[in-house]
T-cell receptor, first 115, second 117 residues
Framework: DAGVTQSPTHLIKTRGQQVTLRCSPKSGHDTVSWYQQALGQGPQFIFQYYEEEERQRGNFPDRFSGHQFPNYSSELNVNALLLGDSALYLC??????????????FGPGTRLTVT | DAKTTQPTSMDCAEGRAANLPCNHSTISGNEYVYWYRQIHSQGPQYIIHGLKNNETNEMASLIITEDRKSSTLILPHATLRDTAVYYCIVRVAPYYPVQSGSEKLVFGKGMKLTVNP
């Protein structure tokens, strides 16, 4: 049973560029959440997708956008990159509306470096 | 903002029990206590959760005080592989019918546990 997978593993971009990160949820999961983790900090919630719609959003600017596909995989897009966007980007999947209390499964993350 | 406070760091000897404290004095009646850990360069991993009763699984035990204002995660026999940052989180857990907005996790800075040989 494949867990949450993310690609690429590492990425280096220049200020002002745009980046797309990808996530495939754990088998059987239909909800994807994205988190940003700066060095030395805990992960911060960016947004969550279910049924191809953004359901919740954290305190992140519109430069951060996402998409969910019919197969439940998801993309995170960041436009006009800033140095401060350098971080580990984590994807977490879960089952929306499950009868039992669930837990979120995290992928290994994508390390983004903006120079 | 995170609703929990944890020590910044803690050391534990290999083979001994590791007791990780967490304060959550403003916890609401419908909020659960969740614990995750993050081993270096990996994504967070779910450990355990509880509402008001003590819980145990194959990874750890969770002891929640009667007033629910604090809890302790217990790793009964710590190993070197338990070295990680541990996050204590309180949140409303999803249930049927689903509450919108109940699934996101609000992480604090966590507590670094170092297990020494």
């Amino acid at each position: 049973d494949a867990g949450v997978t993310q690609s690429p593993t590492h990425l280096i971009k220049t200020r002002g560029q745009q980046v797309t990160l990808r996530c495939s949820p754990k088998s059987g999961h239909d909800t994807v959440s994205w988190y940003q983790q700066a060095l030395g900090q805990g992960p911060q919630f960016i947004f969550q997708y279910y049924e191809e719609e953004e359901r919740q959003r954290g305190n992140f600017p519109d430069r951060f956008s996402g998409h969910q596909f019919p197969n439940y995989s998801s993309e995170l897009n960041v436009n006009a990159l800033l140095l401060g966007d350098s971080a580990l980007y984590l994807c977490a999947s879960s089952l929306f509306g499950g009868v039992s209390i669930d837990e979120q499964y995290f992928g290994p993350g994508t390390r983004l470096t903006v120079t | 903002d995170a609703k929990t406070t944890q020590p910044t760091s803690m050391d534990c000897a290999e083979g001994r029990a590791a007791n990780l404290p967490c304060n959550h004095s403003t916890i609401s009646g419908n909020e659960y206590v969740y614990w995750y850990r993050q081993i270096h360069s990996q994504g967070p991993q779910y450990i355990i959760h509880g509402l008001k009763n003590n819980e145990t699984n194959e990874m750890a035990s969770l002891i929640i005080t009667e007033d629910r204002k604090s809890s302790t995660l217990i790793l009964p026999h710590a190993t070197l592989r338990d070295t990680a940052v541990y996050y204590c989180i309180v949140r409303v857990a999803p249930y049927y019918p689903v509450q919108s907005g109940s699934e996101k996790l609000v992480f604090g800075k966590g507590m670094k546990l170092t297990v020494n040989p």
